[in-house]
């Protein structure tokens, strides 16, 4: 009796092993808005109303191989004087891309 019991706790339970691949990932969105609304100098006076959006996704291979790759959404380049911008001028790039081994 002994010895069944610890054969059956040492073996795998097919119902706990996890079926690959596997998708994970996250999404952080950032809403910004850069307002100047009184300044001595007109120049300074400008409201930038912008996003900045993260997404992260991880593709789990097997129990050693993944993917992960993070994009970034955001504004790029800078206002003119006197442009009062809203979710303009806006770049999408990747980050980070690369291949993991555990």
């Not at 789990?60 to 004087?81: D, M, T």
């Amino acid at each position: 009796m002994a010895i069944f019991m610890a054969v059956c706790i040492s073996t795998p339970s097919f119902a706990a092993q996890k079926a690959y691949p596997t998708i994970s990932s996250e999404v952080p969105i950032v809403i910004e808005n850069d307002w100047a609304f009184k300044s001595d100098d007109r120049v300074n006076q400008s409201n930038d109303l912008s996003t900045t959006i993260e997404p992260a996704v991880t593709v789990q291979l097997s129990p050693s191989w993944s993917i992960f790759g993070h994009a970034v959404l955001e504004s790029v380049g800078s206002a003119e004087k006197f442009e009062n911008r809203t979710f303009e001028d806006t770049g999408l790039y990747i980050e980070d891309l690369f291949v993991e081994f555990n």
